[in-house]
């Protein structure tokens, strides 16, 4: 089955610094890759998403790539921001259910940023 | 973009009540809707796929007669936590796929589910 493995948290991180949250997953075809944010006590956002190999998504900032050779989808920030704490989530979203699959999460990774 | 309303955003209830919970998608038609469940601090688990006109499919280990999954329309998919007790307590979110947008999935806000 589908699987998503991420870097386990909290990552606390100063202000300005650079970032990296690991991410890969075990599927079968070809999979769309997700990261979706969530601040909290609230849902889950969007952050960014690439649907097919070597894309890369980028959104506020973020960035990741989707390496289907080493089926990784690292997401990256250049320099972080203290409101950009709040927990990652990658996700995967399979092609053989013809719709009807849902999405397969990582368990989250939680980033702190301090001033 | 594609927008998933949920409803309520919090209840607090009664042990031994039931609670409905509400997924809407506003501006699109949504065959098959989804429920997670998630835990304080922890990722969200599928709990079961909703599709439209017919029964929902539980992932191994939900109790279908516990939670109710209706999904009346192409836009309204309903979870009904029967008999709450305290440990059914936790963050429940919808999420529905358009199949004009096939490679997405859309969530909605969430509800905090606390019973007492």
């Known amino acids: 089955g589908n699987s998503v493995t991420q870097m386990e948290g909290p990552v606390t991180l100063s202000e300005e610094a650079f970032l990296t949250i690991n991410c890969t997953y075990t599927a079968t075809g070809y999979p769309s890759l997700f990261w979706y944010v969530q601040y909290p006590g609230e849902g889950l956002q969007l952050l960014l998403k690439?649907?097919?190999?070597?894309d890369k998504g980028s959104n506020k900032g973020f960035e990741a790539t989707y390496r289907k050779e080493t089926t990784s989808f690292h997401l990256e920030k250049g320099s972080v921001q203290v409101s950009d704490s709040a927990v990652y989530f990658c996700a995967l979203l399979g092609t053989s259910g013809g719709g009807a699959d849902g999405l397969t999460f990582g368990k989250g990774t939680h980033l702190i940023i301090q001033p | 973009g594609a927008v998933v309303s949920q409803h309520p955003s919090w209840v607090i209830c009664k042990s031994g009540t039931s609670v409905k919970i509400e997924c809407r998608s506003l501006?699109?038609?949504?065959?098959?809707m989804f429920w997670y469940r998630q835990f304080p601090k922890q990722s969200l688990m599928l709990m079961a796929t909703?599709?439209?006109?017919?029964?929902?499919?539980?992932e191994q280990g939900v109790e279908k007669d516990k939670f109710l999954i209706n999904h009346a329309s192409l836009t309204l998919s309903t979870l009904t936590v029967t008999s709450a007790h305290p440990e059914d307590s936790s963050f429940y979110i919808c999420?529905?796929?358009?199949?004009?947008?096939?490679?997405?999935?859309?969530f909605g806000q969430g509800t905090r589910l606390t019973v007492v």
């Open positions: 909703s599709n439209e006109g017919s029964k929902a499919t539980y």
């Open positions: 690439a649907t097919k190999a070597d």
């Open positions: 999420s529905a796929r358009d199949l004009g947008v096939p490679t997405e999935a859309f």
């Open positions: 501006d699109f038609q949504a065959t098959t």
